[in-house]
Structure formats: structure tokens, C-alpha cells
T-cell receptor
Framework: KNQVEQSPQSLIILEGKNCTLQ??????????LRWYKQDTGRGPVSLTI?????NTKSNGRYTATLDADTKQSSLHITASQLSDSASYIC????????????FGTGTLLAVQP | NAGVMQNPRHLVRRRGQEARLRCSPM?????VYWYRQLPEEGLKFMVY????????ESGMPKERFSAEFPKEGPSILRIQQVVRGDSAAYFC???????????FGQGTRLTVV
């Protein structure tokens, strides 16, 4: 069964600290993996997208890694800011004509001053 | 270039009424996806449409739900005879042909009372 699991479910950190969010997937055939940020009451916004051959990709203070062998990905946030408070969602696309996205349930991050 | 536009942002319906949710994709995007997000859950795929065609509706409930994407105008997700369990956030995403990146709208929050 195609699944995407994320951990932790929620996380509280102090402003300025770093954190790492985890994503494990059992999606086949794999097409690509995305990390989205979803602010409360808003739609998801893409942070990074990685294909099978990419191990790491950065977008400002966000760095995503992908290990296609172990089917794991992580999102590292450096020097967190209050505006980073949001739900971070790991999304895996599997092959086929429909480009279906399999969503994880997200990690709810709260950055406190 | 405006993003994906969904309206209304909030919709309240009494049990048994019909709900119509609209999605205008980004300019140049001919692929539309609808997702449902229940409280405390990840987004779940419902239906994938191209202009005048339903490509994949495997995530749509068999009854009461329908979707269309006409040649002209927005995509419509229609829920007939709504029940309390239909209360959720419904997100629309769009993408251009041949590209798997999907851009999300702000969502429509449906509340059935």
C-alpha cells in the first residue's frame, strides 16, 4: 500500500534553533518527493522537490535530503524564525499517467520566541 | 499571473443541501486536482481532471460527489445532499501539461450544520 509517514507529529522549538523533520514512504513506483509548508488556513506551498537521483536540495534555510534506497527523507530547518510555524508535509508522487500525490499527515512545527 | 483561485473560501450548508466549490486554475494550466483534508488528517486525493475529461476519480466517493472541468470556466466540485461527515477543507491544485509540480489554492472550508 502506498503510504507516507512523518515524524514527529508535532514539534516545539525556540526561535533561532535548528530542527529536522522525518519522512518515510512506501510508494512505488517512485517519481519524486516534495516538501510543502502549509500555514494555518492556507493551501500547501512547495519548498523543495527531489527526484530519484537527487540526495539533497536547499531552499534558503530549508534543506531536504533523500535516501531512495531506504525510502527516507528529511527536512532540516536552520535558524528557525517565528514565521516557520506551520505544518510541514512530505508528499511523494508515484509514476503513472495521473501524477497522483500521496500526502503525509504532516509535522506541526511551533517556533516560540 | 494569479495563483489558483478557489471560491468561496468558507461555505456553510445544512444537511441535505448541495455544495458547489469552484476552482480557477493558474493561467496555462490544463490539469486540475481536487483534494480533501479532514481535521487532523493529511490531504487525500479525490479526482484529477483535464479540460472536459475526468482522468482519475478513484478518490471520489461513488455517490453524491461529482466534478467537472468544462472547456470554459472553472472546475466545479459538487456535493449533493451534504452530510456532517462532508465537513472538511477542499483544496484544488493545478499544473501545466507535462509537469508534475502542482500549485495549490487556498482551499474552501465546508461546514455542514
Amino acid at each position: 500500500k502506498n503510504q507516507v509517514e512523518q515524524s514527529p507529529q508535532s514539534l516545539i522549538i525556540l526561535e533561532g534553533k535548528n530542527c529536522t523533520l522525518q519522512c518515510n514512504y512506501t510508494v512505488s513506483p517512485f517519481s519524486n518527493l516534495r516538501w510543502y509548508k502549509q500555514d494555518t488556513g492556507r493551501g500547501p506551498v512547495s519548498l523543495t522537490i527531489m527526484t530519484f537521483s537527487e540526495n539533497t536540495k536547499s531552499n534558503g534555510r530549508y534543506t531536504a535530503t533523500l535516501d531512495a534506497d531506504t525510502k527516507q527523507s528529511s527536512l532540516h530547518i536552520t535558524a528557525s524564525q517565528l514565521s516557520d510555524s506551520a505544518s510541514y508535509i512530505c508528499v511523494v508522487t508515484y509514476g503513472g499517467a495521473t501524477n497522483k500525490l500521496i500526502f503525509g499527515t504532516g509535522t506541526l512545527l511551533a517556533v516560540q520566541p | 499571473n494569479a495563483g489558483v483561485m478557489q471560491n468561496p473560501r468558507h461555505l456553510v450548508r445544512r444537511r441535505g443541501q448541495e455544495a458547489r466549490l469552484r476552482c480557477s486554475p493558474m493561467k496555462g494550466h490544463s490539469h486540475v486536482y481536487w483534494y480533501r483534508q479532514l481535521p487532523e488528517e493529511g490531504l487525500k486525493f479525490m479526482v484529477y481532471l483535464q479540460k472536459e475529461n475526468i482522468i482519475d476519480e478513484s478518490g471520489m466517493p461513488k455517490e453524491r460527489f461529482s466534478a467537472e472541468f468544462p472547456k470554459e470556466g472553472p472546475s466545479i466540485l459538487r456535493i449533493q445532499q451534504v452530510v456532517r461527515g462532508d465537513s472538511a477543507a477542499y483544496f484544488c491544485a493545478s499544473s501545466p501539461p507535462g509537469v508534475s509540480e502542482a500549485f495549490f489554492g487556498q482551499g474552501t472550508r465546508l461546514t455542514v450544520v
